[in-house]
């Protein structure tokens, strides 16, 4: 069982940045790929970002590459979403996820076998 609890959300300008983190509860963390979705209102859920359980590669989605970056510390049990140059479009729910055998789906929500609570950002222009 992985418990994921999310922070970092708030809200910001257009421009700005934030960094988001997801704490993790469980001794298996490491085990596990781990990824970002976002969901803005009347929308469906939507892959943001993810990385492998090494942290070795990354996976973005088209909207945020160059702007995002998503890491990981497994010794802290943590991953975050670094994200810069924020743009009223990023506004959504943030949740984090946590996955192991996403070979071929890091993109897809139903691969994701544990889920945090979201954290709310939003970019005013």
């Known amino acids: 069982q992985v418990q994921l609890v999310e922070s970092g959300g708030g809200l910001v300008q257009a421009g700005g940045s934030l960094r988001l983190s997801c704490a993790a509860s469980?001794?298996?963390?490491?085990?596990?790929?781990m990824g970002w979705f976002r969901q803005a209102p009347g929308k469906e859920r939507r892959f943001v970002a993810a990385i492998t359980w090494t942290g070795l590669t990354t996976y973005y989605a088209d909207s945020v590459k160059g702007r995002f970056t998503i890491s990981r510390d497994n010794a802290k049990n943590t991953n975050y979403l670094q994200m810069n140059s924020l743009k009223p479009e990023d506004t959504a729910v943030y949740y984090c996820?946590?996955?192991?055998?996403?070979?071929?789906?890091?993109?897809?929500?139903?691969?994701?076998?544990?889920w945090g609570q979201g954290t709310q950002v939003t970019v005013s222009s």
């Open positions: 996820a946590a996955g192991r055998n996403l070979s071929g789906g890091y993109g897809s929500p139903t691969r994701y076998d544990y």
């Open positions: 469980g001794r298996t963390f490491s085990s596990y790929a």
